[in-house]
């Protein structure tokens, strides 16, 4: 549920609990912040004895605010704050933020119960309020930077240290702040909403830990864009020891990071790397916003060394660098003879002025359809030398003389992190060029332009199967739970995967080498024996794995040689027997698995597999469900699907059909059971050349 924050943002009525009449504390720093920005708004602090707090008429307690108070500001300890939440919202208090951090556990599972089923918006705890820069209203309990100005840029932030730098380092006007904190109740998708329709808002940025309701994230994402604003993303936090400590081999090569891209990439929201970046992205939307579709960049300058670097900034960026038509290449050789027309120009390697017409050369640039946005790259630092900005001013002029005209975004980035020269930020501000310090940080801003339109996940329809299997696969699961086991035996694994469609040469489990003997005619030669195991993930790994068996008595030899290597290499391991496989080939191997990974559903992945799976780290993922053109996208951007597509004619040309219609399959099953099934590795999957046909070897499915 989005709650309305209005109130919260722009309250006519601020209750402060917390003020002290003879010290300085929280809430008589927001009282601070309003008074000293003469606030309009009516302020009524709450103090048991006191009659005023900075020259405030005081009331007692709670119980004796007046009706219809839009926010209070509650600067109380952890151990009071489920108390006194509770007495504002009997008192009809609409809104409240909490600055408290350090609850225990006890106080915290108190806090959050209390304000799910609160009708009054919570804020916080472990915030630092808000700012709204555009009504000189300062909900915030410290001291506030002089730099900061009113602008067109909304930032929420989860950590108030993330708002502070913000503060200290942003160069464009700001229209709110919002410091989310805990998100106990109110999170970041709420304020996304609100600002969504705010006519002072061009463009906002978010710094995030965790998306607590990826649905509500994407609604309010998508709001935003509706209503012609732009979004950025500073996803920080971004852990991998969850990853380290999977079993399947596709756990352990991806984590948090590759969700949330996925998750940014299904819904077209640009994403930043850090501060700088995100600083930079924001100056470069307030002024530009998001334009959907290409993103072919051109780059100009008066320094080809510059350019250059800038053009290696962009491809390491994965920014996609315009090719000029042949008509640009005629127009640059008619108006700037000499200068070599390609992207990036250098227009620095035509000495005479007079010889080089800059800004006809990017009204030729901007005019072709394969050109996108322009970056110009020039020195602008604030201790440029006066006969540096006098060499630089015509270069200047030119660049801010096609903004004029121009229908495509133009760009000016300084090379280096130095502030910029005041002059020279004023000159190509006030032609509608923003202006911002770094290659990197210009380059990707610029980057967060073009927006890709949003990749929505497949619908997974329900087909008359879908109940039984899923019903007859979650009780095989419950009864290895019951067991006590966290990865399934063998043969639960390979009945799931029977139940879905998906194919796997015939095997059994035998107890011992007389049992192999006994039941041999139910399988035939040759075969692959591997150890059942429920503490063994990765067989081969231990020797537990023999191929190429042929007859009885090298099946009795590959039993026996396996019990001595798991024996050696793990004599704790519970035996649960020997699986005996029909032996299946193929020309290449490949990896199909998924891994759960809440609140985002579960991310599927294919790739290069066999027992080198990690080494040849070629994988590529999506969020489930899957359509079989989908899997076919992810198949084709790997190395494996470069293979299969012939590479260097090693093997022919396969088809990819069938194995991406076994990644669609795996990914609703994913769907079905991926709140029970943690990870699963299907590896090796075995491919034929050509036909592309696929036979699933060995799975191994971790449950919880």
């Known amino acids: 549920m989005i709650r309305d924050v209005t109130s919260l943002i722009r309250p006519a009525t601020i209750a402060v609990i917390g003020a002290s009449a003879t ?112 009504d000189r209203l300062f909900l915030y309990p410290a001291t506030t ?25 942003a160069e464009f006007g700001i229209s709110k702040i919002i410091t989310v904190g805990s998100e106990f109740q109110l999170t970041a998708a709420d304020y996304m909403n609100w600002l969504a329709t705010d006519d002072d808002t061009a463009a906002i940025g978010v710094v995030l830990e965790a998306i607590k309701d990826p649905d509500a994230f994407a609604r309010a994402a998508h709001r935003i864009y509706e209503n012609g604003k732009s979004l950025v993303i500073l996803k920080v936090g971004n852990s991998e020891v969850g990853s380290a400590a999977t079993l399947a081999h596709t756990g352990s090569m991806t984590n948090d990071a590759d969700t949330y891209r996925l998750f940014f990439e299904a819904h077209g929201i640009a994403a930043v790397g850090d501060y700088d970046e995100l600083n930079a992205a924001l100056e470069i939307l307030s002024r530009h916003g998001h334009r959907y579709g290409g993103e072919k960049l051109a780059i100009v300058g008066i320094s080809g060394g510059q350019t250059a670097l800038a053009c290696d900034v962009a491809a390491t960026a994965g920014i996609e660098l315009a090719r000029f038509s042949d008509d640009v290449v005629r127009q640059i050789g008619q108006v700037s003879p000499g200068t070599l027309a390609q992207n990036p120009i250098d227009f620095g390697s035509v000495t005479d002025e007079a010889a080089r017409d ?83 940080e210009g380059i990707v801003g610029t980057g967060t332009i073009s927006r890709p339109h949003p990749c929505p996940r497949a619908d997974a329809a329900e087909t008359p199967g879908t109940p039984a299997r899923k019903t007859r696969a979650l009780s095989l699961i419950q009864e290895e739970l019951k067991s006590g086991r966290s990865q399934l035996t063998p043969e639960s694994g390979l009945e799931i995967l029977a139940a879905y469609g998906i194919p796997t040469p015939s095997s059994l489990i035998v107890r011992n080498a007389a049992e192999a003997a006994e039941r041999i005619a139910e399988i035939t030669f040759p075969l692959v024996v591997k150890i059942a195991s429920r503490d063994i993930a990765h067989r081969s790994e231990l020797g537990g794995v023999v191929l190429g068996v042929r007859d009885m008595e090298g099946l009795s030899a590959a039993i026996a040689q396996i019990a001595g290597n798991v024996s050696a290499a793990a004599p704790n391991a519970r035996i649960d027997g020997y699986e005996l496989q029909r032996e299946a080939r193929g020309d290449l191997e490949a990896v199909v698995g998924f891994v759960a990974s809440p609140p985002f559903g579960v991310k599927v992945m294919v790739g290069t597999g066999g027992t080198l799976v990690e080494l040849t780290d070629d994988l590529a993922m999506g969020l489930a469900p899957l359509t079989v053109e989908d899997a076919q996208a992810l198949i084709a951007s ?43 590795d299907l590896n090796p999957v075995m491919i034929h050349a050509g036909s592309g046909d696929v036979t699933v070897v060995d799975v191994l499915l971790t449950v919880e």
């Open 23 to 134: 010290k300085r504390a929280q809430g008589n720093a927001v009282i601070d912040n309003l008074l000293s920005r003469d606030c309009a708004r009516r302020i009524i602090p709450v103090h048991r004895s006191a009659k005023t707090v900075q020259g405030l008429a005081t009331v007692a307690s709670v119980g004796d605010l007046p009706d219809n108070v839009d926010l209070a500001i509650a600067s109380v300890p952890a151990s009071a704050a489920a108390e006194t939440a509770r007495a504002l919202e009997a008192q009809g208090v609409k809104s409240a933020i909490f600055f408290a951090a350090g609850f225990s556990p006890e106080e915290a599972d108190a806090f959050r119960a209390l304000a799910a089923e609160s009708a009054m918006n919570i804020q916080g705890p472990n915030c630092m309020g808000l700012i709204n820069l555009s």
């Open 145 to 169: 930077s002089s730099k900061i100005r009113p602008g067109k840029v909304a930032f929420i932030a989860q950590s108030g240290s993330a708002a502070i730098t913000l503060m200290n380092s």
């Open 358 to 440: 800059i800004a006809g050369s990017i009204k030729a640039i901007l005019d072709d359809d394969g050109v996108d946005m322009l970056a110009v790259i020039q020195d602008c630092q604030a201790g440029l030398h006066e006969k540096s900005l006098e060499s630089y001013s015509t270069p200047i002029d030119a660049y801010c003389r096609s903004a004029r005209a121009a229908a495509k975004p133009i760009v000016a980035i300084s090379a280096t992190s130095e502030a910029i020269h005041p002059d020279i930020r004023a000159k190509f501000e006030s032609h509608g060029i923003p202006i911002v310090s770094g290659l990197r």
């Open 638 to 680: 790997t190395k494996l699907g470069t293979r299969m597509d012939g590479y260097r004619n090693l093997i022919a040309r396969t088809d990819m059909r069938p194995l991406a219609a076994l990644v669609s399959t795996l990914s609703l099953m994913a769907l079905d059971l991926g709140d029970r099934i943690t990870s699963c």
